[in-house]
């Protein structure tokens, strides 16, 4: 029997090696696959047309894992680029001589409207440099259509249509849930966060007052820059857009063409009619044209300079938590690290510090915070924030020595919560599950998640967010040069944008990455002698690899099926990532 279990055993141990080896030759040769391919440098034939259709969602920073967008479920791969690669290659484009034009060829593009604010930006550069953009969708959302407008034509499929609407955010609340579970969520806020609407999905069932007039604020803000865009873009009235979108006006080619919202109903084939004379291309010809993620792989023709002296950019997006973070989230000891590694390093001469964030832990953020106050003092600090720097995210922003926001950036929300659940009616009611303890204090029980807060332990966790309220609001007026009480009337967690936001003194000047490195660059006197160095630095192959193996591959497999439910499925591991004092902007909406 004794020699029977040995064999067993050792069949079995035999069996998850065997297994380990095999799923580590697999990911290492798709790995191998996909890095052979993206180092492959890539040949431009003149007259080329560069393709520009992105699919997957775009960050501020170009992911280097070899497994980021591999879809698992038809091992399919499409890397996504990152805002800062495409704002890199559209310069590139400018400067290539072999480079005609740049055809747009998106109905909807997965980004918020900061982000696509950066590149429309980056392409009017483009545009302005005498080269053309011609831009095709079978239909236009709002997002793409706004990219699309700054092109020098504009097409659509003959039965196409463009979702030309106004703005409209949609907010998730929980509290009917929490009631059936009879799971009872404590709040926190402390007594002047009104529009700390953060905590409102677990306490309302719809929007409070505040939280609505903060919103309607919000998307009025939003809204009047696209249009205004637009109008200048199409020679279009901003009253006449407006009251387009309110009648639905764009449901086919042939209004959109009589509102001059495109210049032609085509189908692609004519489309590819109209490149070739762009690009002086004989019809019977092909069309030479290059997507734009094999373009990141095209020699440069811009010198750059051969320089050691370095300007570090610095990018946090995700949540703020606690620990080491992920490219999905601002881990204070990994952030921390990071700005700590750039300030000692004697060839990093000025940092930009691009915050992409919605906030989270309080004493994470504080903790980063401390880091930008000391690199503060040794070299210039500048911001640059992306969609959203709010709450925790603009705490960690305060000590810069400047700060950019672009003019749709949501940022502001100063202010904190605390949220404590009580699982005692769902353990207790619903799974007949009872709990006792015993103590050796009176308030040993604090924080005892399995019952309701004494009188007492509410007070003294009120006493808490007052006290940290109050430290964000002493931290702004001192890093702001503002008065205590003009920035209490502004806080109360109240979100802002960018526009609003420098009117505000929140941040100093509107503009983009590319402006906040500008900035830095002259505040540091390295004329055009510098180079861009990315923290935080990258992790070694192996561990990427490691890491896809222990629980990343199954979070991508997730999202693949999940695909637009997806974000449900982040909201729910948000939640249950949240400890301690929250700095947080409002995590349940969406703005469309």
Do not use: C
């Not at 387009?244 to 004519?270: C, H, M, P, V, Y």
């Not at 440069?300 to 300007?311: F, G, L, M, N």
């Amino acid at each position: 029997m004794k020699d029977f279990i040995k064999f067993m055993f050792a069949s079995f141990l035999g069996t998850l090696l065997t297994m380990i080896i095999i799923s580590l030759l697999f990911f290492g040769m798709i790995a191998g696959v996909v890095a052979l391919a993206e180092s492959e440098e890539v040949e431009i034939e003149p007259n080329t047309v560069l393709h520009i259709s992105w699919t997957t969602q775009i960050k501020d920073r170009s992911s280097d894992n070899p497994f980021e967008g591999f879809n698992f479920a038809d091992m399919s791969a499409e890397k996504p680029v990152g805002l800062n690669d495409i704002l890199k290659n559209i310069e590139k484009a400018i400067h290539d001589p072999d480079i005609r034009g740049i055809f747009l060829d998106m109905e909807s593009i997965p980004a918020r409207g900061t982000t696509i604010e950066e590149i429309r930006n980056k392409l009017m550069e483009f545009k302005e440099s005498g080269k053309f953009i011609l831009s095709y969708g079978n239909s236009y959302d709002q997002g793409a259509y706004y990219l699309a407008s700054l092109a020098d034509n504009i097409y659509m499929n003959p039965e196409g249509l463009i979702l030309f609407k106004g703005l409209h955010a949609q907010l998730t609340f929980l509290k009917g849930l929490l009631d059936k579970i009879d799971v009872e969520m404590q709040i926190v806020r402390g007594p002047n966060n009104k529009y700390k609407s953060a905590v409102e999905p677990l306490m309302l069932d719809k929007m409070s007052e505040a939280n609505r007039e903060q919103f309607t604020v919000l998307l009025n803000s939003i809204w009047g820059k696209i249009v205004l865009a637009i109008s200048q873009s199409r020679g279009i009235g901003i009253e006449d857009l407006n009251t387009i979108a309110d009648n639905l006006d764009l449901t086919t080619s042939e209004k959109a063409l009589k509102l001059n919202f495109i210049d032609g109903a085509l189908f692609r084939d004519q489309v590819y009619d109209k490149l070739k004379e762009l690009t002086d291309t004989d019809k019977d010809d092909d069309l030479e044209m290059v997507s734009f993620g094999s373009y990141v792989n095209a020699k440069s023709h811009k010198k750059e300079p051969s320089a050691k002296d370095r300007v570090a950019v610095i990018y946090a997006q995700g949540d703020i938590i606690q620990g080491k973070g992920d490219p999905n989230s601002i881990g204070a000891e990994t952030m921390a690290k990071a700005i700590r590694v750039a300030r000692k390093s004697e060839k990093v001469k000025a940092i930009v510090f691009r915050v992409n964030s919605p906030g989270g832990d309080a004493l994470a953020s504080d903790i980063i915070r401390r880091e930008v106050e000391l690199a503060k003092e040794a070299k210039p600090f500048v911001v640059s924030m992306g969609d959203v720097a709010a709450s925790g995210g603009y705490w960690i922003s305060t000590n810069a020595d400047y700060i950019f926001a672009q003019p749709t950036t949501i940022t502001g929300s100063i202010g904190v919560f605390g949220v404590i659940p009580n699982f005692q009616g769902l353990f207790n009611k619903k799974l007949g599950i009872t709990f006792d303890n015993v103590m050796t204090n009176k308030n040993s029980d604090f924080i005892d998640v399995m019952k309701p807060m004494s009188e007492f332990q509410h007070r003294k966790l009120d006493e808490l967010i007052i006290k940290i309220y109050d430290d964000f609001v002493s931290l702004v007026a001192e890093t702001r040069d503002l008065d205590p009480g003009f920035v209490d009337g502004i806080a109360r967690g109240r979100v802002w944008t960018g526009v609003d936001a420098k009117e505000l003194g929140l941040v100093d000047e509107l503009g983009g990455l590319e402006d906040a490195i500008a900035y830095a660059v002259e505040q540091a006197d390295l004329g055009d002698k510098y180079r861009i160095r990315e923290y935080p630095l990258r992790k070694p192959f192996f561990k990427q690899m490691m890491e896809e193996l222990t629980g990343q591959a199954r979070a991508r497999i997730i999202g693949d099926e999940l695909n637009e439910f997806k974000t449900y499925y982040d909201q729910i591991q948000t939640i249950q990532k949240m400890e301690g004092v929250q700095a947080r902007l409002p995590f349940f909406y969406s703005i469309n």
